[in-house]
């Protein structure tokens, strides 16, 4: 009788396990920018020092600004973006942990102007001190999206 119970809870844990899968594929492009189109981010940019500039392969231009700097921790952070290239319909910036999931971290920024876009937002502490993160723009517009990622350090 305990054997056809294991067999059962097992057959049972596999099923689950089978759905969670499942149900994260449907829900995972809700949480992780998809693009059609890729920018590539200028080499060596530092956003705790300047503005970063990225272009992608249709002749689009993007620049992303965020202070205070150095970047802060826990703090209200002012996120400019400015576009050419591209009539955006709406401008995001998603912030990711690197190396470690740190929850839905996306703002979507208000038009300020032609082709300028601005938004507060702030970032989460890590538990384990310094983090590397990844902010993405992402800019909706002309049929296509956009996502360029800007990689950079924070820390206590």
């Known amino acids: 009788m305990n054997f056809a119970r294991s067999h059962w809870l097992t057959l049972a844990m596999i099923v689950a396990l089978i759905a969670l899968a499942v149900l994260g594929r449907q829900f995972s492009p809700l949480l992780l920018p998809k693009a059609d189109v890729a920018g590539v981010a200028e080499p060596g940019c530092d956003l705790h020092k300047r503005a970063c500039v990225a272009t992608w392969p249709q002749g689009g231009r993007l620049e992303i600004s965020i202070t205070p700097r150095p970047i802060p921790l826990l703090q209200a952070l002012r996120v400019e973006v400015t576009v050419s290239g591209v009539k955006p ?10 190396s470690m999931n740190m929850g839905y971290n996306r703002s979507e920024l208000a038009a300020v102007g032609p082709g300028r876009y601005a938004g507060e937002t702030s970032l989460p502490v890590c538990v384990s001190g310094s983090m590397a993160w990844v902010a993405t723009v992402i800019v909706e517009g002309d049929a296509k999206r956009i996502a360029v990622p800007f990689r950079f350090d924070a820390g206590r």
């Open 89 to 98: 319909t709406k401008v995001e910036v998603d912030f990711a942990g690197e």
